[in-house]
Nanobody, 121 residues
Framework: QVQLVESGGGLVQVGGSLRLSCAAS????????MGWFRQAPGKEREFVAA????????YYADSVKGRFTMSRDNAKNTGYLQMNSLKPEDTAVYYC??????????????WGQGTQVTVSP
């Protein structure tokens, strides 16, 4: 069992930046690929980014490519999502997940509770 806790969300103006963190409770986190998803009010949870267990490869949704960067520090059991050039449409609850690298949320076994990101015009 892996428990995930997100942090770093908040209110930011258009064009600003935030860095989300996802802290895992156990070292087994390092054997899982990791993903970030987001869910806006009234919308389905959507894929944002994913990274392999080693951190050697990353994958992004087209909507965030070039603006968001995902990384991980396995020595700290922590994953990150650096978000730059934020837009109002990035407003959502952001969730981290551990499982198999995929755009499909069903491929992930463990989820955090989410952190709110709000981008004001």
């Amino acid at each position: 069992q892996v428990q995930l806790v997100e942090s770093g969300g908040g209110l930011v103006q258009v064009g600003g930046s935030l860095r989300l963190s996802c802290a895992a409770s156990t070292r087994t986190f390092t054997t899982y690929d990791m993903g970030w998803f987001r869910q806006a009010p009234g919308k389905e949870r959507e894929f944002v980014a994913a990274i392999t267990y080693s951190g050697s490869s990353t994958y992004y949704a087209d909507s965030v490519k070039g603006r968001f960067t995902m990384s991980r520090d396995n020595a700290k059991n922590t994953g990150y999502l650096q978000m730059n050039s934020l837009k109002p449409e990035d407003t959502a609850v952001y969730y981290c997940a551990a499982g198999s690298r995929s755009k499909d949320r069903n491929a992930y076994d463990f989820w955090g509770q989410g952190t709110q990101v709000t981008v004001s015009p």
